[in-house]
Each structure stands twice: as C-alpha cells, then as structure tokens.
C-alpha cells in the first residue's frame, strides 16, 4: 500500500507528489466491513515533507457540533457522476450539513448520528465512488472522511452523502498514536 501526497493529476508524475510506502495500518477494532466504524489510520515508512503541497491538517475538538446547512469542502479522484470513470485530476465540490434525523430516514440503520455525518449535494455535485477516505472540510476544519452513498446515485440529492464523524474517533486515534 503507498500514499501519494501532493498530487494533482495521480497519472502524471508532478513535482509536488509525494509517494509513501505504508508500513502498518489499523482499522478500527469494531470495524466489520460494513458502514459504521469505517476508519484506518495509517503509519508511514518514513515521514512526509512538509512544503507548499503537502501540509498537516487539525483534527476536530471533541463533541464539536456541525450545524445543518453548514457549507463544507469535499474532495477526491473518484467517479464525476454514476456510471462514470474515476477521475485522473483532483475534483473539489461544495455539500451542505444535512439534519441527521433526515439522514436517519433514509439510511435507517446504516447511519448513526453520533458517530457519522451526512451532506446534502449542492448545485455541481459532491463525492461519488471513488471518493472514499477523501476530507469533509467545514469552516476550514477537516470534520469527516468520505465513507458511502447510494450506488450509482451519487449525484441524486435523495441520497445524502455519508462521512465518518471524526470527533468521535479522537479517543482511539489518540491511543493509536501513542504505541
């Protein structure tokens, strides 16, 4: 497994990419291969160089809560639309916060409130297949990683667009990067 950093178009070699080969990974204990619990954290082979490209990101306070309609940044190379390939450049679209009680109407007992977060799809689309592991950025704060929405339905505002709630996660991480 390698991590490339930096990158601007993941088929081209650019300058700016950094490419890291990963020397361990832990997926969370609960993690079952289904929707909840969907987060792995990843230990470099060697650290990454930190320059215009590539910079650190804050993780969330604790119990920070994300107000609905909230604009967020999302990013990432997967599909631009269902039945579409993945993408080569990096695409970057807005989703707004969705009430959780909407989410929870939909995905029924795939989402849990305290533990993800659900967008609705702004004007210009959002995160699709392909997209998994990718950054929920509100207010200039990473909040979320990408984890699911309905197959083929990416672009369909039905369907909220689903992140694992990184706030919850902060005790486990935290321990995880102390060993």
Not at 70 to 84: D, E, F, L, M, R
């Amino acid at each position: 497994m390698t991590v490339v950093l930096g990158a601007h178009n993941i088929c081209k070699k650019e300058k700016s990419q950094q490419k890291i080969k990963v020397k361990k990974y832990q997926p969370h204990p609960k993690y079952t291969g289904k929707f909840d619990y969907d987060i792995m954290l990843l230990k470099l082979e060697n650290n990454a160089k930190l320059d215009k490209y590539v910079g650190p990101i804050e993780l969330p306070e604790m119990d920070e809560n994300i107000l609905a309609n909230v604009s967020c940044a999302v990013a990432g190379w997967g599909q631009s639309g269902p039945k579409k390939p993945t993408s080569d450049v990096l695409k970057e679209a807005t989703e707004k916060i969705q009430f959780s009680v909407e989410c929870n109407h939909i995905w029924k007992e795939n989402f849990t409130s305290h533990r993800m977060i659900c967008t609705k799809i702004t004007k210009g689309g959002g995160v699709c297949q392909g997209d998994s592991g990718g950054p929920l950025i509100c207010n200039g704060h990473l909040r979320g990683i990408t984890a699911y929405t309905a197959e083929g339905q990416c672009d369909n505002p039905k369907f909220p667009h689903v992140f694992t709630k990184l706030d919850f996660y902060l005790p486990w991480i935290k321990k995880e990067m102390q060993k």
